[in-house]
């Protein structure tokens, strides 16, 4: 979640006036999250219709969090520059286009082109959404408020995401999870057309050129990871070469550009590294674990696709129960131990999921390894948010939040993308694998992380 900035132009809108626009920006960022999630109890029903594999499940995944993550730094610039409403709607009338397009791709690969271009509309309304927010509500107990509302939708979507999609996967096929955004969609530019708010335009720099490279290192960086997981070595070689010289090439660019995409000054305390690595390792886990589930429980354990959305509740209600009571404790011991618990709690979830795995165990064990991965990522992300934003310098807790949030989908992309290669061995080595990628950064976090301290 990326904190506003107090804004420098008091806001234009009224008390009555600043509720519906609320709404709309939070069932936008409510839509966003539900596509996150939605698409994965119709993975076999998707490989079915379109004749894919595990490698194009995982394309169809993973073509969103790359768009999604590798331009979200240079969004925020963007939404200052052309203004955060004006950035907002258009990309919820993208989201909501792509969407619909996505509901009748006759292919594979039209698919994850349309999924990608939902990553670039999602990109565009997150920024541009707290940005409007800052806006909307200048005065801080009031914004603090607005952004509770806000990030509470995560929950929501995270919870009713395996469910809806369950739901209208039993119904109509995996088509109809794209088709439920354009009414979401159509509602949230009715709450966000009035006068409610109006952002002013600023003169902040976007290096395209550097974005595009960081954007083409993801997308290799991923397309090696799947090509390694499928057997196909010769491609994995050449993907991992091009990555590598694309590297080097957005190194060389971000040196020269006078609109970095990176803030280097942020990564050069290593308390905002660990906190980083921990927000990556929370969301490898997450995403990760619901993309290689549900293939189990529909293709080996025979499940419906509404009984598999059923199956997930023990890791999705913590997310709309857990967060206000990580808050409290927050505010009163400092995000240090919260963060320390949650990645000790989804290393062990990891662990039971796979041990459930290896033991031919039934759904009542499976079922706890999910609840103990629910509280480890309720646990963690809110109180990383006030971790690293404590540890930024002054000033940077926009740019920080912005790249906490795009370092969580880096680590979304490649849980689906690691975790989908290990599949070939095994399912319970997957889940063994999101275990000991939480072990690692509870590790380097418990060394480096953020004093405990109360914030």
Known sequence: MTLPQSPTVPATSTPRGRAPALAGISLGYFMVL???????????????????????????????TVAFAA???????LADRRGAERVFRAGIAAFGLASLLSAFAPSLWILIVLRALLGVAAAACVPASMAMIGRLYPEPAARARAIATW??????????GPIAG???VGWAGWRSVFLINVPIGLIVLLLTMGPAVRC??????????????????LALLTDGVIAAGSGAWSHALWSSTACAVATAGFLTLERRSPAPVLNRNLLRDGRVRAGLLAGAAVTFALTGALFVLPLLLQQQWHLSALATGLAFLPLTVPFAVNPPVTGRIVARVGPRLPILAGLTLLSTGGAVL???????????V????????????????PALVTAIVNAAPAGTAGSVGGLLNAVRQVGATLG????????????????????AVCAVALAVFAFTGEPNAAS
């Open 366 to 381: 499976l079922a706890l390894g999910l609840l103990i991965s629910g509280f480890g990522v309720s646990c963690a992300l």
């Open 166 to 168: 369950g739901a209208l």
């Open 416 to 435: 689906v993308a690691v975790m989908g290669a290990v599949l070939s061995a095994g399912t319970g080595w997957a889940l063994l694998t999101s275990a």
């Open 34 to 64: 539900l596509d996150m999630t939605v698409l994965s109890v119709a993975e076999p029903d998707l490989a079915s219709s379109l004749r894919t594999s595990i490698g194009g499940l995982q394309w169809a995944t993973t073509s969103y």
């Open 71 to 77: 331009l979200l730094l240079s969004a925020g610039a």
């Open 200 to 217: 002013p335009r600023g003169e902040r720099r976007i290096d395209w050129l550097a974005q595009l490279a960081a954007a083409l290192v």
């Open 354 to 364: 796979a041990a459930t795995i290896f033991t031919s165990g039934g759904y009542p």
């Open 151 to 160: 990030a509470a939708v995560s929950g929501a979507a995270v919870a009713a």
